[in-house]
């Protein structure tokens, strides 16, 4: 039995009916009806956004790249390496060869993109870019340490965070010496 079944059954018990022919729900009853309600509706709020999520990724020329079949293309990857004398665990949203630009298919960059599934801010986009880089760039930097550990590259690597709701990409070039 799930626990919104479990939780109907326990209403279902409590209930009795009064003088006048109403049914009767006992407060701590009620509460519980309430949070069944409130756990669907988050649901229902959680599934919607990942819907539109979905639907900005398929209907962005950006997002359909990203997710395009690319040489040596993974996503969700688990990578492990040896930085600063640590074993590092680290995780990936997509990793792929492209070309040398944004939509461009090849084989001369890796790209890392991470992606990022916030509402747009309020405010300027741009400011709101380059604090989200400032704030992420350090992890993308650890998958590109990582990635040449494990694949003994010496080819350009570009970062990237992808925004579906903004139809946005923030792409940079990763220095080398990040090995």
Known sequence: MSRSDS???????SLCIDELGYVVMPDAAAELLFQVIAGRTEQAAVADAALEVVLATSNDPTGQWVLDPHIEGESEVPWTGLLGGEIRNVQADRVFLGGNEQ????DSVWWIVDYKTAQP???????ALAA???V?????????????QLRGIDIPIRAGLYYPTWARFDFWELPSFLS
């Open 7 to 13: 939780v109907i059954a326990s209403i279902s018990r």
């Open 103 to 106: 939509l461009e298919q090849g």
């Open 121 to 127: 801010p309020a405010g300027d986009l741009d400011t």
């Open 132 to 134: 989200s880089r400032t």
């Open 136 to 148: 992420h760039a350090p992890q993308l930097e650890t998958y590109a340490k990582v990635l040449r």
